[in-house]
């Protein structure tokens, strides 16, 4: 059974910096693109950032701020967030893709952390 | 960037009823085209990529259909637990674009 579990959101200063970890089982990791998804509360969903064929992908709003990586030794994912923003509050998400590089839809997600960026 | 653009907003149904939800591209995704589910609290759920393939499990009264600008997700027969709400989603091109969702209420 696919299961990715996020962890290392919490409550953070504007400025701030956080860094959000995704373990993962039941499948192959290094096989599959892997890539973090927000929801800002009462919001939709927006891309974030996707590690896929070695290479790592940005929205434009995080570029130079947020680092996505992942461990395959590990089958974690990791994003590290720096210059936090108020509108970077939301649930982060990490969603596994279908493939190691194409087709960058998401079949399987975590239950997501809430990262809260507040003075 | 490619805005996809998702109406109505909010759909009020009827159990049994048939639903119909659009999703349209500002240029064209091809069938780099799916649709998601998400229940108040939970993690959305894939239903139909490439904008017709019912992903693993999902029942067949979900159907996708269209390419190029405009998708449809048709619900045939409205359970109790299809309320929620639904996003689609293009593939075609970085950056990966979701539409602003449709909710899917009881009538």
């Known amino acids: 059974e696919v299961q990715l579990l996020e962890s290392g959101g919490g409550l953070v200063q504007p400025g701030g910096s956080l860094r959000l970890y995704c373990a993962a089982s039941?499948?192959?990791?290094?096989?599959?693109?892997l890539s973090w998804v927000r929801q800002a509360p009462g919001k939709g969903l927006e891309w974030v950032s996707t590690?896929?064929?070695?290479?790592?992908y940005y929205t434009d709003s995080v570029k130079g701020r947020f680092t996505i990586s992942r461990d395959n030794s590990k089958n974690t994912l990791n994003l590290q967030m720096n210059s936090l923003r108020a509108d970077d509050t939301a649930v982060y998400y990490c969603?596994?893709?279908?493939?190691?590089?194409?087709?960058?839809?998401?079949?399987?997600w975590g239950q997501g952390t809430l990262v809260t960026v507040s003075s | 960037e490619i805005v996809m653009t998702q109406s109505p907003a909010t759909l009020s149904v009827s159990p049994g009823e048939r639903a119909t939800l659009s999703c349209r591209a500002s240029?064209?995704?091809?069938?780099?085209l799916v649709w998601y589910q998400q229940k108040p609290g939970q993690a959305p759920r894939l239903l139909i990529d490439?904008?017709?393939t019912r992903a693993t499990g999902i029942p067949a009264r979900f159907s996708g259909s269209g390419s190029g600008t405009e998708f449809t997700l048709t619900i045939s027969s409205l359970q109790s637990e299809d309320f929620a709400v639904y996003y689609c989603?293009?593939?075609?091109?970085?950056?990966?674009?979701f539409g602003g969702g449709t909710k899917v209420e009881i009538k």
């Open positions: 240029q064209s995704v091809g069938t780099y």
């Open positions: 590690f896929s064929g070695g290479n790592p």
């Open positions: 969603a596994k893709g279908p493939y190691s590089s194409s087709h960058h839809f998401f079949d399987y």
């Open positions: 490439d904008a017709s």
């Open positions: 039941g499948f192959t990791f290094s096989n599959y693109a």
């Open positions: 989603q293009q593939y075609s091109k970085w950056p990966l674009t």
